[in-house]
């Protein structure tokens, strides 16, 4: 079992409450990086000097928030309703497991039984409509373990399952995360900067504040991106399929990416002879926008790696896609400068 | 005019892929500026040293277009829309990939861009792909003519207005300012190279040079921009409110020099002034727009008197 991608999956780390993911990462990669700080909004910004000495900033970047709820209501039957914090469809939540607050008391999403469900009505509901169970008598009984603003995460645990293939929450990005993590830990061929970004879900707000700090003139975000690979109806609709490499995108709803780069992404893994796929839609969009059009504006690519079900309470990757995609991230490292 | 503007248009410059279009201009210049370079994202920046504010003058050189996502089974590629592509408008016309391989843009019944696609004659998939790469942006092929006193061809929104803003550089004598002529990329997505651009030069003044739409012909747009009546100073349109100032000196300028122009504001579209407006403490914007017809189509319609008013009054305001 992969140990170390499934400890950082089983942290909770809510857009905003990054803390617990943020503590986990400092302690892995103090020992191996030259400088590290905590900026206001959480990010962490390392550096780690290289063979050469960079000629101008280069930046890594993956973040470390995850899709979550959050408390907004206790009604007096003691059922709490909620929020989400990022992109949750309301059509996945209903019989989830969830653990609410720092103590992580246990829940379950509750709906409508269908036996209740008369023709005609939606069968499936609202998100304002759905409420978590946490097995209270009352209102009162209630608040003695959670208060309105109290964070809801998945309860997932990590499996491996299938040939190479992972379930687990939060895949999007703490893979990104894992892979960050191990680049630092192999030497370098130049100065890079590695950040581990703050509330990415809730509109990249993180990945600005470290492009300004860091003010980088080439940027590689490590993300995980959607695919549909399976049951789908055609093959278009796929986007990207597991088993096939990371993913790299030309164009998305965040930004156009420097053809230069998407070049030398491809040239690099033919050369290497490592798999990679392109993002077969403009869809969906991550860190790079913001990033390439902060201040005075960076070159970027993002690598990604193919996840199912992405935002729900688990989703399904590939082990093999994720090493490529840390191989890759790597030798194109090596072949940037 | 129509030669160089021919020249302009033959450089396909879809959003994000603006080099080719971005080195001939460089090329064309160089003998005028003081400094010419280019950013990250690949807006060309041309200086002119002079006493006085700084002011930024902006034309956008990309235009809007398709990108391959995916080949089918059968060899057909499946696109996205880069920038407003509007099927019902560009259906049926011949398109070029960037590395000259032809086909033609087919849209489903309904005209939704999910449903087209770029025929290339291709056999199948492997032979599709073959031929082009996932990733490629296809542009509109058009012609380049003249009928009366009128313009007609594709990508006018905007090589109309880098042609503008290079005969200004080419023609300005007394520079009153200290005058960026900014080449912008990707503003059909978003005006995004405007928006890094602006936050490097820092200006205190940012003009567009760019189209507006007309509405002087059939089931033209809600607005009085006529073709013929000048240069259309910019009130307002989606992405900013024109500041007052800029827009009443470019009025008093063309009254004392007696150039031709007309009122712009655009209920709908947004121009590059829009990201640069609230950059650091703040930038005074204002805009030169050319009314054409048939924006966004593979064959849209200028005034050769509007285009020569417009870089009459750039002149005028640069060297007042």
């Known amino acids: ?337 | 005019m129509i030669n160089q503007l021919k020249e302009l248009v033959s450089k396909k410059s879809v959003s994000g892929n603006e080099r080719v279009v971005a080195s001939y201009i460089k090329e064309q210049i160089l003998p005028y500026a003081d400094k010419v370079y280019e950013d990250a994202l690949g807006n060309l920046i041309a200086v002119r040293r002079g006493e006085g504010p700084k002011v930024m003058v902006m034309a956008h050189m990309d235009e809007i277009g398709l990108v391959a996502t995916f080949a089918d089974d059968k060899g057909f590629i499946r696109v996205s829309a880069v920038g407003g592509v509007h099927p019902q408008k560009t259906a049926g016309r011949p398109v070029i990939f960037e590395n000259g391989v032809m086909g033609v843009f087919v849209a489903g019944k309904e005209q939704k861009m999910s449903d087209c696609y770029i025929d290339i004659g291709a056999k199948d998939q492997r032979d599709a792909l073959s031929r082009i790469e996932i990733g490629m942006t296809a542009s509109f092929v058009t012609e380049t003519f003249e009928t009366g006193e009128k313009i007609v061809s594709g990508a006018l929104d905007n090589r109309i207005g880098c042609f503008c803003l290079i005969e200004a550089l080419k023609r300005l004598k007394n520079c009153s300012c200290e005058f960026y002529a900014v080449f912008t990329v990707q503003e059909e997505v978003g005006l995004r190279g405007a928006k890094v651009s602006g936050f490097e030069i820092a200006p205190e003044v940012a003009l567009a040079v760019d189209v507006t739409l007309s509405g002087d012909h059939p089931e033209g747009a809600d607005t009085s921009a006529s073709l013929g009546k000048g240069c259309a100073i910019k009130m307002r349109d989606r992405s900013a409110i024109c500041s007052r100032e800029v827009v009443e000196d470019l009025e008093n300028l063309a009254a004392r020099k007696g150039i031709p122009i007309q009122r712009d504001v655009l209920s709908s579209g947004g121009t590059d002034i829009g990201s640069v407006q609230l950059l650091g403490k703040g930038v005074q914007v204002g805009g030169l727009s050319i009314p054409i017809r048939y924006c966004h189509s593979a064959i849209e319609m200028a005034d050769r008197k509007d285009v020569e008013a417009t870089i009459a009054l750039l002149l005028a305001y640069l060297e007042k």
């Open chain 1, 1 to 337: 079992m992969n140990k170390e991608l499934s400890y950082l999956t089983s942290l909770f780390g809510a857009s905003g409450s990054e803390s617990d993911v943020r503590q986990a990462i400092i302690s892995e990669i103090r020992p191996h990086c030259d400088s590290l700080e905590v900026d206001r909004l959480g990010n962490i910004i390392a550096f780690k000097k290289g063979i050469e000495p960079a000629p101008f900033p280069v930046m890594l970047c993956a973040h470390m928030d995850e899709v979550a709820l959050m408390v907004t209501s206790i009604d007096k039957d003691g059922s709490l309703g909620f929020e989400s914090v990022g992109g949750i469809d309301p059509r996945i939540l209903p019989g989830t497991h969830v653990v609410i607050g720092k103590k992580k008391y246990h829940g379950v999403i509750g709906v409508l039984a269908p036996h209740f469900v008369k023709d005609g009505e939606e069968k499936v509901p609202k998100m304002k409509d759905l409420y978590i169970d946490i097995g209270a008598k009352d209102q009162e009984d209630a608040e003695n373990y959670v208060a309105v603003g109290d964070l809801i995460g998945f309860d997932t645990a990590y499996q491996e399952f299938g040939e190479d293939l992972v379930r687990a929450k939060a895949l999007d990005d703490r893979a990104g995360c894992y892979i960050l993590l191990n680049i630092m830990k192999k030497p370098l061929p130049f100065d890079t900067y590695f950040v581990f970004s703050v509330m990415e879900e809730i509109g990249c707000l993180g990945a600005r504040t470290a492009a300004f700090a860091v003010q980088p003139q080439y940027a590689l975000i490590i993300e995980g991106t959607t695919a549909g690979d399976i049951h789908t109806e055609t093959d278009q609709s796929a986007v990207c399929r597991l088993g096939r490499g990371p993913v790299v995108s030309f164009m998305d709803n965040s930004a156009i990416y420097d053809r230069e780069l998407y070049r030398l992404v491809m040239k690099t893994a033919k050369e290497e002879n490592i798999p990679v796929q392109a993002k077969e839609a403009v869809a969906g969009g991550n860190e790079s926008g913001t990033v390439q059009r902060a201040l005075g504006g960076c070159r970027v690519i993002a690598l990604s790696v193919p996840c199912r079900y992405i935002h729900s309470p688990v989703s399904v990757a590939n082990l093999k896609d994720i090493a490529h995609c840390e191989e890759l991230a790597y030798a194109l490292l090596k072949n940037l400068l």
